[in-house]
């Protein structure tokens, strides 16, 4: 279900509405720049490539030897090869089974960007600490479930069940908040080296903004995917039907919440 929903998103993606991907990923390769920029081939993995925007950045900010990037969309892959085409190993897989085609204590630099939603912090962070070297750097971003809580409390508050929001953010493994994506990365035995939470304040002024918001750019595409039958143009009817029932509730302000958060291995 999710690959098929990333597969129709593949072109839109980095339309990225609002900028969120875009700058959330610009803080987190800042903080692996400032600690690996002296570093040399560097063996690197991202575990969430989807259009490659993230490893293409680390390219041509670091020195890296081999990388590779997993994702179970076929879309997202083929919008990676167009930037990173000889330069990384692109797998149509999931991240889970990384340890099937690398090895162990390997990789000097593990990404992990907007992946907790779909698989569990027991499966991600036990296979990215096997794959990586002693000393080796893990990068976690992700959304917490306090993010976007104007959406589904008072104007919203009747209207959450269109798109459940809430009860999507609390599935997978999205921490709570900040706070608890740390306790979560130290407990499975990581050390942190930098953290950062990423605040931002957007503004839906219509249902427009919401479907860009939830079908195009990705933030909740599986979501409706899950909750509308998966067809488009049905989508368009419902959306449609819920432009002309909502518009008395806009605009509304909401708060975007990210974790951004660089550890380490142990040597």
């Given at each position: ?257 990210i974790s951004i958060v660089?550890a380490r291995k142990p040597?």
């Amino acid at each position: 279900m999710v690959s098929q929903a990333y597969d129709r998103i593949a072109d839109s993606y980095d339309e990225d509405w609002c900028g969120l991907y875009a700058e959330s990923s610009r803080r987190a390769v800042a903080q692996i720049v400032a600690v690996l920029t002296d570093a040399a081939d560097l063996h690197v993995a991202d575990l969430a490539v989807g259009t490659g925007n993230t490893l293409d950045s680390l390219y041509h900010r670091l020195s890296l030897g081999t990388a590779a990037g997993f994702d179970v969309s076929t879309g997202m892959l083929g919008k990676a090869w167009e930037k990173l085409p000889r330069r990384a190993q692109l797998i149509h897989d999931s991240a889970a089974n990384a340890g099937d085609y690398l090895t162990p204590a390997s990789l000097d630099l593990v990404l992990c960007h907007f992946l907790l939603r779909y698989l569990e912090p027991q499966v991600v962070l036990p296979t990215a600490y096997a794959l990586l070297k002693p000393g080796g750097h893990f990068s976690l971003v992700t959304t917490t479930q306090r993010s976007l809580m104007e959406t589904y409390t008072g104007r919203f508050a009747k209207t959450e069940p269109l798109l459940g929001v809430r009860r999507q953010l609390a599935k997978g493994g999205n921490p709570l908040d900040h706070a608890q994506g740390m306790e979560m990365l130290e407990r499975y035995g990581f050390e942190i080296v930098a953290d950062h939470l990423y605040r931002e304040v957007v503004t839906f002024r219509s249902f427009d903004d919401v479907r860009a918001w939830a079908c195009e750019s990705g933030w909740a595409v599986e979501i409706v995917d899950g909750r509308m039958s998966v067809r488009f143009a049905f989508l368009r009817v419902a959306f449609a039907l819920a432009e002309i029932f909502m518009r008395p509730l806009y605009p509304v302000d909401a708060t975007n919440e990210i974790s951004i958060v660089l550890a380490r291995k142990p040597c």
